[in-house]
């Protein structure tokens, strides 16, 4: 078996509604698959297809080979799966969910699960019910991590942790595809996805519109730049160069867009005095307008409620 996940046309309406529309998917063995999309694009219609917890309006998906709508039972005890809403019971401790998950699994690897917990800075002896948003997503990543699954399937795994903790998640998720496990995280934080994952698939108003290595993004990728010279902006240089649009220049200031690298940028800056430089690294709505042209944006953050479903 070489793929993990594997979907043909598949296809979900909510009455008149739209979820998805013929995604065709397919993640590898050992991939970091980054799904990535706004608010509404389809992302968690996705996922609970993929774990039988959404039947599908039409087409077939294959999770560790098995049929998800015949096998989800199966599926299911071979993933670590963080929902986007973490549903929990709010008398039971952190640790008294956990050993109530684990013993649904037949058992974990209990001193795993404390370093987990050291390593989020969880306290598992808070109640669910008094635990923050934050907090709420710890408990949910260690539970997701905790058998070390052959597949992780995350849904916004990062929402609501502090800066520090996002970085030991991440670093947990190298170690997974390390040990050779399989990750499908959705989110629709470009910078997430381009520290984790090896492939990016996007997906807008249902469709899975282009999949990418992550590496390939940088090429498209529209980067905002301001230089102050010590002297008059040489606005002219800049406007030949390749990749350069939207050029302004104010006195000593020029300011810029740039697709793809910044390497021609920094040697025709240096043939001057720079003062200062900023970058600024783009954003989703950036890469939108570069996969889909003027107006992409403005679909995406008009669509509706299908991952709040």
């Known amino acids: 078996m070489t ?13 008149s509604s739209r979820g998805i529309v013929d995604v065709d998917l397919d993640v590898e063995v050992g991939d970091v698959f980054g799904f990535l999309g706004p608010n509404g694009a389809g992302k968690t219609t996705t996922i609970r297809i993929l774990l039988d917890l959404l039947r599908p309006s039409s087409g077939t998906a294959t ?17 670590g799966y963080l929902p986007g809403e973490y549903a929990l019971y709010p ?29 989020l800075d969880f306290d598992q002896a808070r109640r669910a019910g008094d635990l923050s948003t934050g907090n709420k997503r710890k408990l949910g990543l260690i539970q997701a991590f905790m058998h070390r699954p052959e597949l992780l399937i995350l849904d916004e795994p990062t929402a609501g942790l502090d800066p520090l903790v996002q970085r030991e998640f991440y670093a947990m998720v190298d170690e997974a595809h390390a040990a050779g496990q399989t990750i499908f995280l959705s989110s629709h ?72 690298t910044l390497d021609a ?17 783009p954003d989703l709505e950036d890469l939108f307008l570069a996969y889909y042209g003027e107006g992409a944006a403005d679909a995406a953050a008009g669509e509706g409620a299908d991952d709040a479903a």
């Open 3 to 15: 793929l993990v996940i594997d979907t043909e046309h598949l296809t979900k309406f909510y009455g």
């Open 63 to 79: 999770v560790l080979g098995l049929d998800a709508r015949a096998d989800g039972v199966s599926i299911r005890g071979r993933v």
């Open 91 to 119: 008398r039971l401790t952190g640790a008294e969910t956990l050993r109530y998950y684990a013993n649904l699994r037949g058992g974990v690897d209990w001193p795993y699960v404390d370093t987990l917990a050291r390593r």
């Open 189 to 260: 934080v470009l910078p997430e996805v381009q520290r984790v994952c090896s492939r990016v698939g996007f997906v807008r108003e249902g469709r899975l519109v282009a999949v990418e290595d992550v590496a390939a993004l940088g090429k498209k990728a529209v980067h905002h730049v301001e230089i102050e010279f010590a002297g008059a902006a040489p606005a002219s240089e800049f406007e030949t160069l390749a990749g350069v649009g939207a050029v302004r220049a104010t006195d000593h200031r020029l300011g810029f867009t740039v697709t793809g």
């Open 265 to 281: 940028i920094v040697k025709t800056a240096a043939r001057h005095e720079v003062v200062a430089m900023t970058s600024h690294e």
